[in-house]
DNA sequence: TATAATTGTTATGAGCTATATCAAATAGCG
DNA sequence: CGCTATTTGATATAGCTCATAACAATTATA
């Protein structure tokens, strides 16, 4: 699993040869390129960062091999007991036959089972194994000691927030 | 051109179905699911925010047809002169491979050319078209008045300086 | 009962990301 | 100079995410 890259992602890294602009203007060697107003675009920094936050995610929990849709999907089985595929999938912004290979995977790994529900019997009840309750725990402990905390001492716990708050404006927005 | 959605993104909709919990406790008709604590993992929030960052500026960039990527990559143009592809498809954080095709569809629509560099012909320059130029200039004139005014008007001149603050130093950690 | 809608599923396609490899050109070193 | 290594743009390919259409089984509804 290599780094995640993107269309707006990496930082510039140096280079080695010289340049020189169509003004004829001799550039020095390897001159860092301009970002222009890609660096006041909310949009490009924020891409950048979210990718940064997610590589994190997964490095924090690498020892137990959840990406970060994963860890979601198993939260929020955790919280919601009884539930359908589509219930799960949906409220996860992930579309129901997406969900299918997302789902077998995680069942083959024993960590949650489909029960056809008797109510309705086309529908399949997700639920916690003993296992997937075990290493949900297990991340959420890596996530809060490791992830989370490495966050907040980049940012302050009132940086935090202030953040968490202005990230839920934008998400129902 | 569909929403993009992720594996972390959608709001729950309103669904249709009873549900009983395995405990027995009957449960209102089309409850939400809980988050439970998704809603404070900073990952969870921030995708989702990213993603409607996005789709807003598609949407307010729609009439030139242009997506994120392509954008930073006319800016980094504009600001960049003479240099080749390989400068500024790592700037951006894009691989050299997959900036081919993407360069290939900005030279189809004339925003771009590819010029063989006399200093080394092994490298291309890549320039900006005066209908380049032109794109570029209503595109900036888009985000400025439509996309960016919103997200002022969402957080707040100080919410947004202090956002890119704190993306700032996320996105170099 | 007949028709419509829902659930899980398969198949499939578009787009983005990553790696290996290649030919042409250049750099560097003996 | 001549040989090797590196760089550049390009191709091919593979994996992953996201999206739509379609289908059988089941349930809802008119």
């Known amino acids: 699993m290599a780094a995640t890259r993107s269309a707006v992602s990496r930082a510039p890294r140096a280079r080695s040869k010289a340049a020189e602009t169509p003004q004829g203007a001799a550039v020095a060697d390897s001159a860092p390129l301009q970002l222009g107003e890609l660096s006041e675009l909310l949009g490009y920094v924020f891409k950048r960062a979210q990718l940064r936050i997610f590589e994190d995610f997964i490095r924090c929990v690498e020892p137990l091999q959840l990406t970060p849709a994963q860890f979601s999907v198993l939260v929020l089985l955790e919280h919601n007991p009884g539930r359908n595929q589509t219930e799960i999938a949906t409220t996860l912004g992930i579309l129901r036959p997406n969900f299918v290979a997302m789902l077998d995977g995680l069942e083959s790994r024993e960590l949650c089972v489909r029960v ?57 927005f």
């Open 116 to 172: 056809r529900s008797t109510q309705d019997r086309r529908s399949h009840i997700v639920m916690l194994t003993d296992k997937g309750r075990s290493v949900l725990a297990r991340a959420k402990r890596l996530v809060a000691t490791k992830h989370e905390a490495r966050l907040n001492a980049l940012l302050g716990e009132d940086g935090r927030s202030a953040l968490l708050g202005m990230l839920d404006k934008l998400s129902k």
